[in-house]
């Protein structure tokens, strides 16, 4: 696994730079820009809180007095999966970071080459689209990974449950005595293991949006870059249309000499 990218994006010296020009030259795109950025410490954070959230698994699991139960069995199982999940959208993460901090240094070398105009499209130097539509992807699984562990640990605590209800039954009817009719609940064991599931799903869930706000704000930044012509281009324009118009003016005749002028 590569190095993990852990210092705040805010705190590089690239990108320090870089909103250092934007502010001075009262770039429009300031604050999309910011707001990029803000997504995706947030990201950060999130994911550090969906990794306490597995770390609070193992430790129920770990815990847990019913070395043998099934639902204990079947998630360690799942708790790995979900480990690797996270390290996967790390790692993810980590290429959207170092990707900015390229793009940031692109965008200074640019601004220093063409001056402010070179920044007129801001978005053209972060090519973070495709990672992060990869991340969307793979929270997508990792949700629906979740929401199938949290329904696997309810049926199989049930059928648990109902497979000792049955041998209970066994018992009581050669003792004579009546069977127990009602199924027991979702054991104490399956509602505690639950609750961390449910906290790293909800983790999962805000990276998720994340990641979308950050999807919205970059495609912002594309349109208004779109919408607006750089001041060289508008230049150019008026320009061209200016020496059209000398060009199609038409000339006056120089009137002919009177027979005095003669």
């Known amino acids: 696994m590569a190095e993990q990218n852990t210092a705040p994006l805010l705190e590089n010296t690239h990108v320090k ?3 250092a020009i ?8 300031m ?14 954070r999130q994911l ?9 698994m193992r430790r129920e699991l770990n815990e847990a007095r019913e070395q043998a139960h099934p639902v204990k069995t079947a998630l360690k199982i799942a708790v790995e999966t979900l480990d690797k999940n996270v390290a996967a959208l790390r790692e993810r993460l980590d290429a959207v970071k170092q990707r900015v901090i ?20 801001i978005a053209r130097f972060f090519k973070v689209r495709p990672v992060l539509e990869s991340m969307r992807d793979d929270l997508n699984k990792s949700i629906r990974f979740s929401d199938a562990t949290i329904s696997n640990i309810e049926l199989v605590s049930t059928e648990y449950h109902e497979a000792g209800r049955h041998i209970k039954n066994m018992v ?37 949006k994340s990641v979308e706000t950050t999807l919205s ?7 208004s870059a779109e919408r607006k012509p750089s001041i060289r281009k508008t230049m150019q324009t008026l320009n061209e249309q200016i020496a059209q118009g000398k060009k199609d003016a038409p000339t006056a005749e120089r009137p002919r000499p009177s027979h005095a002028e003669r």
């Open 17 to 19: 730079e870089l909103l």
């Open 22 to 29: 934007i502010r001075e030259n009262n770039a429009p795109s």
């Open 31 to 44: 604050q999309d820009f910011l707001a990029v950025l803000g997504q995706i410490g947030a990201m950060e």
């Open 48 to 56: 550090d809180a969906a990794v306490r959230e597995l770390a609070a």
């Open 102 to 121: 390229e793009g940031c240094k692109n965008a200074v070398a640019a601004f220093r080459e063409k001056g402010i105009s070179a920044l007129d499209n």
């Open 172 to 208: 009581r009817t050669m003792a004579g005595k009546e069977a127990i009719q009602d199924a027991k609940a979702v054991g104490k064991l399956a509602e505690a293991l639950k609750a961390p599931f449910h906290a790293n799903r909800a983790c999962l869930s805000a990276v998720k």
């Open 217 to 223: 704000r970059l495609a912002v930044l594309k349109q």
